[in-house]
């Protein structure tokens, strides 16, 4: 069992202040390595625009905003990397979730902005 004495830091602590170390290193990297795709300016929604299409015309249907459509393609993100967590372990799943659910967070958040 391991000592934890108050000067000691905890050990989920400890734990998760790893995962969240590499998570920010990725995505830091990843924003050098590509364009700033999550800015509404270079959202690029081609197949989201051509579903909704596709269900627009119901009755009751409104018009999507882009921070809608942000949302949206962050929320199917998360859904396929929780997916692939069923295929087996590969730390950058994990890590690269971590960094979708932050984003999907204050992109919540940034839709009653």
């Keep these: 069992m391991e000592n934890n004495t108050k000067a000691q830091t905890q050990t989920f602590e400890r734990f998760a202040d790893a995962a ?3 998570a920010q ?3 830091k990297q990843r924003g050098q390595e590509y364009a700033d795709s999550w800015d509404l ?3 690029q929604t081609p197949f989201l625009d ?6 627009a015309d119901r009755p ?6 882009a921070k809608d ?3 949206i393609a962050v929320a199917a993100l998360c859904d396929v990397k929780l997916s692939r967590v069923g295929g087996g372990y590969k ?9 979708y659910l932050a ?5 919540i958040d940034d839709l009653s902005a």
Excluded at 50 to 55: C, D, E, I, N, P
């Design 69 to 71: 459509k942000r949302l």
């Design 20 to 22: 969240f170390a590499e």
């Design 103 to 107: 984003f999907m967070v204050t992109a």
């Design 25 to 27: 290193a990725t995505y």
């Design 41 to 43: 300016s270079n959202l």
């Design 60 to 65: 009751g249907s409104t018009a999507v905003t």
């Design 91 to 99: 730390k950058d799943t994990l890590i690269d979730f971590i960094n």
């Design 50 to 55: 051509l579903a909704h299409g596709l269900v």
